[in-house]
């Protein structure tokens, strides 16, 4: 099914510069109650992280492709400003606008401290801007959860595209190159991009500045229960999914199978680990969308369909 419009995300409701929300038309009275053909049930929401600055319109299309997925689910959009991953507090203003329309998605999830029930909310992180909102939105949603309401968010299935890495002189370099799109101004911006590296990893390798990246790394992996502890965690999440490629210059192979090996060991359900061979950073659904989307669908149904 395509859907077009004039504005690639045209069809959302525009709740901030940074948040987008679609509604289905007909939203389900109960998210159990909307089945997809293999009887598994639909998420209630599916909420979209994407990567550092990206465009409406490629963002448009991942978009899409969950409304003829998942036709009775709302999503909700959450974009990564370059800017926002550099500057902590407007990365939490950003993501904060992201937790109302999410609470009110869920409105009876105070009731639900049962850890075997099934996940409701599904959702997909792309590449370092992704991780960083995806971060952000957890200290949000904890901020100002209510007395009644938890501070963690709703049960869920993760999805990392491309993501978590890890910083690297490398890294730095390659991630503004990318935003580049000329090639002869990719080359004429070498010199300062390397010597942008070198500032910040002697900031970080010697004067011992905060690693946001590594910050923002840590954090999807931080299994402790707020209740109990006094800190944020992800600790309803019922399993997450690694999709990521051998030749990403961005976000490399040994840093995504590290931070799943670390997930495993601190208790997660490392469902899948999926590596794509020549695909491109955040290009893996269009190096081979069958197996990409499939990935996804299995992923939500815990199980191969």
């Not at 395509?2 to 525009?14: C, D, N, R």
């Not at 993501?163 to 991630?175: D, I, K, Q, R």
């Not at 944020?232 to 490629?245: K, L, Q, W």
Request: proline residues 6%; glycine residues 6%.
């Amino acid at each position: 099914m395509a859907f077009k419009t004039a504005a690639p995300l045209g069809f959302m409701e525009k709740l901030s510069n940074s948040v987008l929300l679609y509604r289905p038309v007909a939203p389900p009275a109960s998210a159990a109650a909307v089945t997809i053909t293999n009887a598994t049930p639909t998420p209630k929401a599916i909420l979209i992280f994407g990567w550092m600055d990206a465009r409406d319109a490629p963002l448009a299309k991942f978009v899409n492709q969950y409304r003829s997925l998942y036709p009775s689910s709302a999503i909700l959009l959450v974009k990564a400003r370059g800017i926002a991953t550099g500057f902590a507090r407007l990365g939490r203003q950003d993501a904060a606008g992201a937790v109302a329309p999410l609470r009110a998605l869920f409105p009876d999830d105070a009731d639900d401290d049962n850890t075997e029930s099934p996940p409701q909310l599904l959702i997909h992180a792309f590449s370092g801007g992704g991780s960083c909102m995806l971060y952000h939105m957890y200290q949000a949603y904890a901020a100002t959860a209510p007395p009644s309401s938890p501070a963690v968010l709703p049960r869920h299935v993760t999805v990392f595209d491309s993501t978590p890495g890890e910083w690297s002189w490398a890294f730095n370099v390659n991630v503004f190159a990318a935003g580049m799109r000329s090639r002869a101004l990719r080359l004429a911006a070498l010199p300062f991009l390397h010597t942008m590296a070198a500032v910040l990893w002697m900031c970080i390798r010697v004067f011992g500045m905060v690693d946001t990246q590594r910050t923002w790394r840590d954090a999807h992996n931080d299994s402790f229960d707020t209740k109990k502890d006094g800190r944020r965690g992800v600790v309803r999440e019922t399993r997450r999914a690694y999709i990521y490629s051998d030749v990403d210059k961005i976000c490399a192979r040994a840093a995504v199978e590290a931070h799943a090996d670390d997930a495993a060991a601190r208790g997660f359900c490392v469902w899948r680990r999926e590596l794509f061979h020549g695909s491109g950073h955040v290009a893996h659904a269009k190096a081979d969308p069958d197996r990409y989307w499939r990935i996804v669908q299995e992923m939500w149904a815990g199980r191969q369909l």
